[in-house]
């Protein structure tokens, strides 16, 4: 049995990916605002620390696994604080843990949303670890009324982050594989409002078309999540795994 560390815990994918790995008998320690092992709050540096060191008094030091879900789709700053900075935040704080454990592997949920527009002002501050600017690029977005673009930048941002860092010596030289999984629309607290609103349905669909069965549940990724971060995964690092039902082949099929 392994021991897994998963944010995002009390919900949706995370939930189910915490669910699965128990019933194959791995030890799961949940994180998130509240309702789980670990509560966190990953927009702040404060939250962020505490993680890293709960974490390390429920596991001696020692992790196999970190699974990073937490993520909030807002259209405000505080999508970006989540949804990269908790995340990097996350994986780096927890790393040395990792470089402890046995064949350590690390995940992040990116999303589709990432092969959508969005604002190169956000993705290259959050790439450049520069939370403020970050964040105020974001706020702007919001002020000319395009906040929906904090989201699509955070994922973009946490996704070039992965292909980046995998491959440096803190990750692959540790022998840590690194990877984000790309989920399409999965129907989860996150979402079911906007497929509820008869307006935004539509939008969404066209968005992210899933000529695969549709709309997802997050069961459905987290056998995916779970082989990732498993000993298994010898090869697959500093990708991005489109688990989308096809979205990601309607959208830019000719990018390989
Ligand atoms: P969810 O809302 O069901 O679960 C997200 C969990 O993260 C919640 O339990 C929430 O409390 C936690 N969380 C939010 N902010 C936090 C914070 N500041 N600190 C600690 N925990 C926090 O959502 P879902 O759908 O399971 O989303 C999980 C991840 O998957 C997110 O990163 C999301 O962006 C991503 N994703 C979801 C898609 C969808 O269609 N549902 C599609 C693509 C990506």
């Given at each position: 049995?392994?021991?897994?560390?998963?944010?995002?815990?009390?919900?949706?994918?995370?939930?189910?990916?915490?669910?699965?790995?128990?019933?194959?008998?791995?030890?799961?320690?949940?994180?998130d605002?509240?309702d789980?092992?670990?509560?966190?709050?990953?927009?702040?540096?404060?939250?962020?620390?505490?993680?890293?060191?709960?974490?390390?008094?429920?596991?001696?030091?020692?992790?196999?696994?970190?699974?990073?879900?937490?993520?909030?789709?807002?259209?405000?700053?505080?999508?970006?604080r989540?949804?990269?900075?908790?995340?990097?935040a996350?994986?780096?704080?927890?790393?040395?843990?990792?470089?402890?454990?046995?064949?350590?592997?690390?995940?992040?949920?990116?999303?589709?949303?990432?092969?959508?527009?969005?604002?190169?002002?956000?993705?290259?501050?959050?790439?450049?670890?520069?939370?403020?600017?970050?964040?105020?690029?974001?706020?702007?977005?919001?002020?000319?009324?395009?906040?929906?673009?904090?989201?699509?930048?955070?994922?973009?941002?946490?996704?070039?982050?992965?292909?980046?860092?995998?491959?440096?010596?803190?990750?692959?030289?540790?022998?840590?594989?690194?990877?984000?999984?790309?989920?399409?629309?999965?129907?989860t607290?996150?979402?079911?409002?906007?497929l509820?609103?008869?307006?935004?349905?539509?939008?969404?669909?066209?968005?992210?078309?899933?000529?695969?069965?549709?709309?997802?549940?997050?069961?459905?990724?987290?056998?995916?999540?779970?082989?990732?971060?498993?000993?298994?995964?010898?090869l697959?690092?500093?990708?991005?795994?489109?688990?989308?039902?096809?979205?990601?082949?309607?959208?830019?099929?000719?990018?390989?």
């Amino acid at each position: 049995p392994r021991t897994y560390l998963v944010t995002g815990a009390a919900s949706g994918i995370g939930r189910a990916t915490a669910d699965l790995l128990r019933a194959q008998g791995h030890t799961v320690i949940g994180a998130d605002l509240k309702d789980s092992d670990i509560s966190a709050d990953l927009a702040a540096p404060e939250g962020r620390a505490e993680l890293v060191a709960r974490t390390r008094e429920l596991t001696g030091g020692r992790l196999d696994a970190v699974v990073a879900c937490a993520g909030i789709a807002h259209f405000d700053p505080r999508t970006v604080r989540v949804n990269h900075f908790g995340a990097v935040a996350t994986l780096e704080g927890l790393r040395p843990l990792l470089a402890a454990g046995d064949a350590p592997r690390a995940l992040v949920i990116g999303s589709i949303d990432a092969v959508h527009p969005t604002d190169e002002a956000i993705v290259e501050a959050a790439l450049a670890g520069d939370e403020q600017a970050a964040v105020a690029a974001a706020q702007e977005a919001v002020d000319r009324g395009e906040g929906h673009l904090a989201y699509s930048s955070s994922k973009a941002a946490i996704s070039r982050w992965v292909r980046r860092a995998a491959v440096t010596a803190d990750w692959a030289g540790a022998g840590i594989p690194l990877n984000a999984v790309g989920p399409g629309v999965v129907v989860t607290p996150m979402t079911e409002p906007l497929l509820a609103d008869p307006e935004m349905r539509p939008l969404v669909e066209q968005s992210v078309p899933m000529p695969l069965h549709g709309h997802a549940a997050p069961e459905d990724l987290a056998p995916l999540i779970a082989w990732l971060t498993s000993p298994e995964n010898t090869l697959v690092t500093g990708q991005i795994v489109f688990a989308d039902g096809g979205a990601d082949a309607v959208l830019r099929g000719d990018a390989v």
